[in-house]
């Protein structure tokens, strides 16, 4: 059963910049498996933010690209989600996703989810 811990989130001011982290454990296949953040925002549908592949392809979504960047550290079994110039509009519960394959085409785990507050 894979486990997926995030943490880094919190309130930063307009323009700011924050780092989330996501722990995998309980997986020995890691570096082969596509990772992902998704966020919601209050009284939204959860949405895809960016993915990255086992080849270390990424995908962003067009409100973030530009301004976030994705990467993955296979040692640490980790992915991190660089995000700069926040917006009020980025506020959202960030989750971290294991698909259950190599290029994010089927579903797979979930994190608990970590609060970023985009606020003055």
């Known amino acids: 059963q894979v486990q997926l811990v995030e943490s880094g989130g919190g309130l930063v001011q307009p323009g700011g910049s924050l780092r989330l982290s996501c722990a995998a454990s309980?997986?020995?296949?890691?570096?082969?498996?596509?990772m992902g953040w998704y966020r919601q925002a209050a009284g939204k549908q959860r949405e895809l933010v960016a993915f990255?592949?086992?080849?270390?392809?990424?995908n962003y979504a067009d409100a973030v690209r530009g301004r976030f960047t994705i990467s993955r550290d296979n040692a640490k079994t980790t992915v991190y989600l660089q995000m700069n110039s926040l917006k009020p509009e980025d506020t959202a519960v960030y989750y971290c996703h294991y698909y259950n394959d190599s290029v994010a085409t089927l579903p797979g785990a979930w994190g608990q989810g970590t609060l970023v507050t985009v606020s003055s």
């Open positions: 990255i592949t086992r080849y270390g392809k990424q």
């Open positions: 309980g997986t020995s296949i890691f570096s082969l498996r596509a």
